[in-house]
T-cell receptor
Framework: EAGVVQSPRYKIIEKKQPVAFWCNPISGHNTLYWYLQNLGQGPELLIRYENEEAVDDSQLPKDRFSAERLKGVDSTLKIQPAELGDSAVYLC??????????FGPGTRLTVL | TQLLEQSPQFLSIQEGENLTVYCNSSSVFSSLQWYRQEPGEGPVLLVTVVTGGEVKKLKRLTFQFGDARKDSSLHITAAQTGDTGLYLCAGEGRDDKIIFGKGTRLHILP
């Protein structure tokens, strides 16, 4: 069974540019999470979806970050415009309800 | 705000030694999870503990949940180089929110 797929794996952009990350969860998993992980830190939840509904986006900086999960499967996380402090690893995870979360390998973003 | 503090932040020991890492909070969690993360990969779940005082064993790893469900420990017996990684604890707190600690970076020397 395929795990959580994320792309791209690495992205380097200049500040003020837009960037988007894509996540394909494990088939059948209705819950999808986006996390941000800074170097040497634990993951921090940005947004949690149950199917296509964002049920917890309290930690998402809405002035520059947006996310969507239109058909309740794939999801996209966007940053516009990116800032130097956005450099981090962006992790996607999925689960069936509140069961075990399975994480993707993450997208490492570097903002120059 | 519910927080999980992990200690130590870094630990480097020789292969074959035993070690314990800790995850502490002033808040009660309904369950607590331990993950291991290797460079360039996402965290992988090792265990979930849900009952105060619970002890779970996974080969050479022993996980304990505190009686008050505010803290947990991970003990590794006879550490191997393959145990090297970032060990994260995560608690399920209020509103089913999962909160991660900052992790313990473990390095096992051959």
């Amino acid at each position: 069974e395929a795990g959580v797929v994320q792309s791209p794996r690495y992205k380097i952009i200049e500040k003020k540019q837009p960037v988007a990350f894509w996540c394909n969860p494990i088939s059948g998993h209705n819950t999808l999470y986006w996390y941000l992980q800074n170097l040497g830190q634990g993951p921090e939840l940005l947004i949690r979806y149950e199917n296509e509904e964002a049920v917890d986006d309290s930690q998402l900086p809405k002035d520059r970050f947006s996310a969507e999960r239109l058909k309740g499967v794939d999801s996209t996380l966007k940053i516009q415009p990116a800032e130097l402090g956005d450099s981090a690893v962006y992790l996607c995870a999925s689960s069936f309800g509140f069961d075990t979360q399975y994480f993707g390998p993450g997208t490492r973003l570097t903002v120059l | 705000t519910q927080l999980l503090e992990q200690s130590p932040q870094f630990l480097s020991i020789q292969e074959g030694e035993n070690l314990t890492v800790y995850c502490n909070s002033s808040s009660v969690f309904s369950s607590l999870q331990w993950y291991r993360q290797e460079p360039g990969e996402g965290p992988v779940l090792l265990v979930t503990v849900v009952t105060g005082g619970e002890v779970k064993k996974l080969k050479r790893l022993t996980f304990q949940f505190g009686d008050a469900r505010k803290d947990s420990s991970l003990h590794i017996t006879a550490a191997q180089t393959g145990d090297t990684g970032l060990y994260l604890c995560a608690g399920e707190g209020r509103d089913d929110k999962i909160i991660f600690g900052k992790g313990t970076r473990l390095h096992i020397l051959p």
